[in-house]
């Protein structure tokens, strides 16, 4: 190859490595790949069971009101075990908190399934597994969010999380369309069974993931430390803006549930499965080309712009007359709530200290779980007083006011910069701690084997090294 061939070739892969998805946490984490590689299965098995209980409540009742009763029963379980959960995993070891969680859903889907089993199955397990099983997810939730940061380099962690947004964007394309075709052509047991093998596989790997103990000197679970962590976040001005930001968009600019309205008012009914699946589409060619988010460090402001992008796209899509015009409008929209998901994502793991992580998960799973819902509520309740597409364009535009409005109320957002905010600064000392002192640990384990003495096994050498993490007030105090 010519010298003047160099330069071109360098571009290249630079251009290449800016819009492919960054495998480095893949490569240098054996716990991260366990964990992805779980998550790839149980995302194909919920959507399996995402898709069977409205069609069997539906074959059950024949009723719209009563398929729209699941989410009723399962909101209060989510918040309730939501807090809890993330006191539990600030206080435990997040890996066994995960498996058991995983235990209990398989468990859950065995029970769908042998009701399904029956020659007339009956409609209140249905409701009463729903909430059971938004409670055990309200469990895992924190402890698996929280997982990621001890398991992946600090300096990997929007990778990490871009990595995790690919499968779950692959399985929101792929796994209702498959689910679709299992339960149509084999029925909802088959689903149900299929959900029940991916949740034995997925704890099979998530058995092989190392013990994660809780950081020294964690608080034991209680009322008291969830209050600790609720103002945590309340001390915390750029947290606050990430949680309000994200409501925000969803409280106005979420109206999934008047879809199918929608594509009857554009006389496109074969419309109703793209559009559901539109978001999806734009989130996945995000996270294909993710790359470049690596190399941001203002996450404040990438959180911003993609909430202001969510709302101008929604707010297009309600006056587009046309129903590729809404699909493409959708298709963006999808794309900016992924760069947000990637913004709040890091600067949530790259800034909250390992002794209260467990509990900001928990606020935040209330914060991406409570905003969709009652954005439904107001998408129906607006679209039956002023119609449908009025009320998808007036959301979108009153999630861009709503955003700018908190963005100025919320200044210490718009200023993080992962390079000197003095949170992510004590979170990185903290990674670098724990590194340097496992890899003494697996030095003196070395050199024991050595000598002939023999020494501790893995999960003894691991135990208790990431020394004591700072807590909530010391963490505060620094950013004074």
Excluded at 193 to 220: C, M, N, Q, Y
Excluded at 390 to 415: H, K, Y
Aim: proline share 6%; aromatic share 8%; glycine share 12%.
């Amino acid at each position: 190859m010519n010298d003047a061939d160099q330069p071109s070739t360098g571009r290249a892969g630079s251009l290449l490595r800016a819009v492919t998805p960054d495998l480095t946490p893949w490569r240098s984490s054996r716990d991260f790949r366990l964990l992805w590689l779980s998550g790839c299965v149980t995302s194909f098995g919920s959507f399996l069971t995402y898709v069977a209980v409205p069609l069997q409540i539906k074959e059950l009742t024949d009723s719209s009101f009563a398929v729209g009763l699941v989410g009723a029963f399962e909101l209060v379980p989510l918040i309730v075990f939501g807090l809890w959960g993330g006191a539990l995993a600030d206080a435990l070891d997040r890996r066994r908190l995960v498996l058991f969680a995983e235990a209990g859903l398989g468990l859950l889907s065995v029970l769908l399934l042998l009701n399904a089993l029956l020659p007339t199955p009956v409609l209140w397990p249905v409701y009463l597994v729903a909430a059971l099983v938004a409670a055990a997810d309200g469990l895992q939730r924190p402890s698996l969010d929280a997982l990621t940061p001890r398991i992946v380099p600090h300096d990997q962690l929007t990778a990490a999380f871009a990595l995790n947004s690919l499968y779950r964007n692959v399985g929101s394309v792929a796994g209702p369309t498959l689910a679709g075709v299992v339960v149509t052509v084999a029925g909802v047991q088959t689903a149900y069974a299929l959900d029940v093998v991916t949740f034995a596989a997925s704890l099979l790997l998530l058995a092989r993931i190392r013990a994660v103990p809780p950081p020294t000197g964690g608080e034991k679970p209680s009322v008291r430390a969830v209050l600790t962590g609720v103002r945590y976040a309340w001390s915390r001005k750029d947290l606050l803006g990430t949680y309000a930001i994200d409501l925000c968009a969803m409280l106005f600019a979420f109206p999934v549930a008047i879809f199918p309205f929608l594509a009857a008012e554009l006389h496109a009914d074969w419309a109703l499965g793209p559009m559901y699946a539109a978001s999806a589409v734009g989130a996945l060619l995000v996270s294909v080309t993710s790359g470049w988010t690596s190399r941001i460090h203002r996450h404040g402001r990438l959180l911003l712009v993609a909430a202001l992008g969510w709302g101008v796209a929604i707010a297009f899509a309600g006056l587009s007359g046309s129903v590729w015009l809404v699909l493409l409008f959708l298709a963006l929209a999808g794309g900016a709530d992924q760069i947000s998901g990637v913004a709040r994502s890091t600067l949530w793991n790259q800034s909250i200290p390992d002794g209260v992580r467990g509990r900001m998960a928990g606020v935040e799973l209330l914060s991406y779980s409570v905003g969709p819902q009652l954005g439904q509520v107001r998408a129906g309740g607006m679209a039956g007083l002023v119609g449908v597409r009025a009320s998808v364009w007036m959301g979108g535009v009153a999630c861009v006011v709503g955003v700018l409005a908190l963005a100025t109320a919320l200044p210490r957002l718009l200023s993080y910069d992962d390079r000197t905010d003095p949170h992510a600064a004590a979170v990185r000392a903290e990674h670098e701690r724990a590194a340097a002192e496992r890899a003494a640990a697996e030095r003196g384990a070395g050199e024991r084997d050595s000598a002939g003495r023999g020494g501790p096994g893995p999960d003894a050498a691991g135990r208790g090294v990431t020394g004591p993490a700072p807590t909530a007030e010391e963490s505060t105090a620094a950013a004074g």
